[in-house]
């Protein structure tokens, strides 16, 4: 996707997509967040009008969207969705990971906010967690700890290409558990062969 030098991407691109998106299914359980949304840019303007269709059916006519300004470039006053213009609001103490959106007849859908450049393994996981109902966790404590997940994953895929650029076929030995962590195995070891079990 080309991207122009305030960061908005090339809306011939995203306008028709449907809206990347993860719901928490319809319970009792109150989270503190709706679901999560999967942009494909940082340009309102082009990704607004799928978000507010694919939310239209469950929340109603969404009529306001409230953003921080931190990851969004262009905050436009008003977005023409499908029959009606959509009002677009800014706050930067709302949590930069969050996007509020207001329906006069359901009232408010908290998102989270995945980066569009967001690795696709790293926004599934985020889509999930987004999701599950009742949870306590904020749209920033969610990023924070996927971020972490993903730097475990990147530095444990790493050993495993380190040990493999050696020769090695089998994964990077690990230390015992009850071992001190600075044990290593001795290398050039050889196995010295037991006698042969002869019966008596």
């Known amino acids: 996707m080309t991207t122009t030098l305030d960061g908005t991407a090339n809306r011939a691109l995203t306008l028709g997509l449907p809206a990347r998106l993860s719901l928490t299914p319809k319970t009792t359980l109150a989270g503190r967040l709706d679901g999560a949304w999967w ?28 953003v921080n300004p931190a990851h969004w470039p262009v905050v436009p006053h008003k977005v023409a969705v499908t029959g009606h213009l959509l009002h677009v609001g800014w706050f930067t103490e709302q949590d930069p990971d969050k996007i509020i959106l207001l329906s006069y007849t359901t009232g408010r859908c908290d998102l989270l906010v995945i980066p569009p450049e967001t690795e696709p393994a790293s926004a599934a996981r985020l889509l999930t967690a987004a999701a599950l109902p009742g949870s306590t966790l904020a749209a920033g404590s969610l990023m924070s ?31 015992h558990p009850v071992m001190h962590s600075a044990a290593h195995p001795v290398v050039g070891a050889r196995m010295i062969p037991l006698p042969e079990h002869t019966g008596r």
């Open 145 to 175: 700890g996927e971020a972490a997940t993903s730097r475990r994953i990147r530095e444990a895929r790493n050993g495993e290409d380190a040990w493999e650029s050696e020769g090695g076929a089998a994964p990077a030995p690990q230390p």
């Open 39 to 66: 942009p494909r840019s940082r340009d309102l303007a082009a990704e607004l009008p799928a978000l507010a269709d694919a939310l239209e059916g469950r929340w109603g006519r969404i009529t306001r969207v409230l």
